[in-house]
């Protein structure tokens, strides 16, 4: 099955030229784009599928600051990341990571639930207890399917990975808590430098990809190897 390609563009854009200039690099590849806000409606002009790197637990209101799932779906956004670690630090919480995912469901935007252990974590082999439970606290009273992406949070942005067979292990894992197929995603440091090791992985279903994809040479090259 094809795998996906997952673009987390965070917020390493800041002016629409270059905004114009990555998008102008690209052509047809094939991949889910997580821009900032304010440069959606330009990758869904290209004609990309998009998905948001975060959403309100609010529907509608006086909420400043806040972008809600709804807003975004008549956008027409189909994604959406829930509890990356870069926003987990910012004092989120699995139960607000649960209403998130909840009204993501209701507005019909697929949820990318990102989990994820420390380094701390890692060292003392508690990954597979840390995940459990953010998996659990974040699916509370939902029975939708959903997508998850593995994260370590210590391999988020430092060039380090876990080996091929952490990798295998974890996501062999994280779909034996489900009695259906889910789709497992692995992130952190994927760039084109290992995506050919990464992508010799079994059962992972795609790569979530930081930093390598705001390089449009970088991401043209890990789409390329998935699709072999
Ligand atoms: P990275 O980020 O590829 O830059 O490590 C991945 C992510 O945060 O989703």
Redesign the pocket.
């Known amino acids: 099955m094809k795998k996906l390609i997952l673009a ?1 563009l ?1 917020m390493y854009f800041n002016s629409k030229e270059d905004v114009d200039k990555y998008l102008n690099e690209l052509k047809n590849e094939d991949f889910i784009a997580f821009p900032s806000y304010i440069y959606l409606e330009k990758f869904i002009n290209k004609g990309l599928t998009c998905g948001v790197q975060n959403i309100s637990v609010h529907d509608i209101g006086a909420y400043t600051g806040e972008i809600s799932a709804s807003s975004v779906k008549n956008l027409g956004v189909n994604y959406t990341l829930i509890g ?3 926003i987990r630090k910012q004092n989120e919480t699995d139960e607000i990571i649960n209403q998130k995912i909840q009204i993501a469901l209701k507005n019909n935007l697929t949820p990318i639930l ?1 989990v994820g252990e420390n380094l701390e974590a890692y060292n003392q082999k508690q990954t597979k207890i840390i995940i459990t439970k953010q998996i659990k606290d974040a699916l509370k009273n939902i029975n939708k399917e959903i997508i998850i992406s593995y ?1 370590p949070v210590w ?4 060039n380090k990975t876990p080996t091929s067979e952490e990798i295998e292990d974890i996501i062999n894992y994280i779909k034996n808590l489900f009695t259906y197929n889910i789709k497992v995603l692995y ?4 760039s084109e430098k290992n995506i050919e090791t990464l992508n010799k992985i079994n059962n992972v279903d795609g790569f ?6 705001t390089d449009p040479s970088s991401l043209k090259k890990i789409i390329e190897v998935t699709q072999k």
Do not use: D, M, Q, R
């Open positions: 987390n965070k990356h670690s870069e990102c994260e391999a988020i942005g430092t992130g952190g440091s994927v979530l990809i930081g930093f390598s994809a």
